[in-house]
C-alpha cells in the first residue's frame, strides 16, 4: 500500500484543529517536535510509529490518517452504541419472522443511501463543491 503522505498530513491537520489544538500544543502532548509536526502536516513521510503516537493523542485511528477511513469511538461513544443495539434488540426480539423481513428490507436501503450520502458529502466538501 502506497501512502498518500499529503493526504494524511491533511487529515492530521483536519484532526488536530477539530480538537482545537495548535500545532505546539499537539506537539507537546504528543513529545515530538512542533517542526516534525509541521513538517508532516506538510506531507512530509515520517515513521508508522509517529503516526502511531500522533493518531492516539488525537484520538483517531491508524485507518483514518492513512485512508481517510473513520473507525475510532473513545468509551463514552462505545458505551451508547452499545446501549442502542441492546435497545434495538430488545425491539427486535419481540418482532415475528414476516416483521423481521420488513425491517430488513426497508432498513438495509435507509443505510446504504445514508453511507452514500455521507460520501459523497466528504466528496463534494472537500472539492469545495459544497461548504
Keep these: 500500500m502506497e501512502i498518500d503522505w499529503k493526504a494524511c498530513g ?5 484532526a488536530r484543529r477539530k480538537k482545537g ?3 505546539e500544543r499537539l506537539a507537546k502532548a504528543a513529545a515530538i517536535s512542533a517542526n516534525s509536526i509541521r513538517r508532516i502536516e506538510y506531507g512530509q513521510p ?3 510509529s509517529t ?3 500522533i493518531a492516539r493523542t488525537l484520538r483517531v ?8 477511513v473513520e473507525t475510532y469511538m473513545d468509551a463514552p461513544e462505545i458505551a451508547e452504541a ?3 443495539c441492546n435497545e434495538i434488540n430488545c425491539q427486535l426480539a ?5 416483521q423481521l423481513r420488513y425491517i430488513a ?5 435507509v443505510l446504504l443511501l445514508r453511507d452514500e450520502m455521507e460520501r459523497t458529502d466528504r466528496w463534494e466538501v472537500k472539492h469545495g463543491i459544497i461548504q
Excluded at 10 to 14: S, V
Excluded at 94 to 98: A, L, V
Design 10 to 14: 491533511q487529515r492530521i491537520r483536519d
Design 61 to 68: 485511528s491508524m485507518d483514518y490518517l492513512l485512508d481517510g
Design 21 to 23: 489544538m495548535t500545532q
Design 82 to 84: 452499545l446501549q442502542f
Design 94 to 98: 419481540n418482532c415475528t419472522p414476516s
Design 105 to 109: 428490507e426497508v432498513l438495509l436501503p
Design 51 to 53: 503516526l502511531r503516537i
Design 46 to 48: 515520517t515513521q508508522v
